[in-house]
């Protein structure tokens, strides 16, 4: 499916000697004729999203193993891609851990990490907060209030919303990859747990706002703080960071394996690192995020693992070890 990081995943797939094929709908975006490299082997084009459910059986005649990213699941809808009879990378049931906001909190509070605080009341807000509606996509909606009547100047009526402690300090989007089939490398549950590369994302207009001025200036004429994502920047963590980045890759892992089978291939945990070195992390992107994208050939942790490597290669590799072994079933779904 174009979009999202699909340059990526058909590049990854190429170099392990996969056959590609891009699903669009309406004609194939114009861009892949500029990268060759990227340009699915063939394409096949629906009239809307929901006509691949009427296309599975062909789908799969095909060997076709779709690989999900974040527009893909968003724009099918996660309840037809459950259904969807095509076998896909991945475990589809840790998509309900992550779509709901509820549940996914649950997960990452019984794995131990650290979350932003929740607060319940909008009365009770004493310090700054993000207010997130519920459904809302890639920050798109989401306010900062400083006090209650800021919220209750800001709030929309009618939809569903979550108040999060502002936590102060700088943004990491970590990378990591579990690989249930590799043996060699940083043990987990019989299987390995990679840090493939990180991001930070830019998101407009608040990390560019303070050309303007300052947050209250900018309010004070109508200018409100957004967090729609426009792209993304990679990072290197401090190196006396990274025992705990693994620390709190592997217990997402373990509880997911209790709770629902376990995560298998990327997942990225999004945080902000405070001026205590504590790790909060506000959201899990159980698949592969955009923020790989700065690494098509590598990054300064995947250039330690494999030279030339991608999220997007390295998915394709876990696809065809799995073959290989007779073991497609315990990476797909
Ligand atoms: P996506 O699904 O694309 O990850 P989303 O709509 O679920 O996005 P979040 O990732 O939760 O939204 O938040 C969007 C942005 O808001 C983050 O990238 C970050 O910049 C900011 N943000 C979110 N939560 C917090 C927080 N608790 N403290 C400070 N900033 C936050």
Request: net charge negative; aromatic share 10%.
């Amino acid at each position: 499916m174009t979009s999202h990081s699909s340059l990526q995943i058909f590049h990854g797939a190429k170099q392990e000697g996969f056959r590609t094929l891009g699903i669009t709908v309406g004609k194939p975006p114009r861009h892949y004729d500029a990268f060759p490299l990227s340009k699915p082997d063939r394409w096949l084009e629906l009239k809307d999203y929901h006509e691949l459910m009427d296309r599975a059986d062909e789908l799969v005649a095909e060997n076709v193993i779709l690989i999900p990213h974040g527009s893909f699941v968003e724009y099918m809808g996660g309840k037809n891609y459950e259904k969807l009879p095509v076998p896909s990378f991945g475990n589809k049931q840790v998509l309900e851990w992550e779509s709901n906001r509820t549940m996914e909190r649950e997960w990452l509070h019984a794995a131990g990490l650290t979350m932003p605080e929740e607060i319940k009341d909008p009365k009770d807000i004493i310090q700054p907060v993000i207010v997130k509606y519920h459904g809302a996509k890639g920050g798109r909606g989401f306010f900062i209030a400083k006090n209650y009547h800021e919220f209750m100047r800001k709030i929309e009526k009618g939809q569903s919303y979550t108040i999060q402690e502002f936590v102060l300090g700088t943004r990491y989007y970590l990378h990591y990859f579990f690989s249930p089939l590799r043996e060699q490398g940083y043990s987990v549950d019989g299987g390995i747990l990679e840090m493939l590369s990180m991001d930070r994302r830019d998101e407009a207009n608040i990390d560019e706002a303070n050309r303007l001025g300052s947050i209250n200036e900018l309010e004070a004429v109508g200018i409100s703080p957004t967090f729609v994502v426009t792209g993304n920047i990679p990072i290197v963590l401090r190196e006396s960071l990274l025992p705990k980045v693994f620390d709190m890759g592997e217990k997402v892992v373990k509880e997911s394996i209790k709770r629902f089978g376990g995560l298998v291939g990327p997942f990225c945990l999004e945080t902000v690192v405070t001026d205590q070195l504590e790790f909060k992390v506000f959201e899990i992107s159980a698949r592969i995020v955009a923020g790989t994208n700065p690494y098509i050939t590598g990054s300064p942790y995947m250039d330690l693992i494999e030279p030339n490597l991608s999220t997007g290669r390295r998915i394709a590799q876990e696809i065809r070890l799995a073959a290989d072994a007779g073991r497609l079933g315990e990476v797909c779904s």
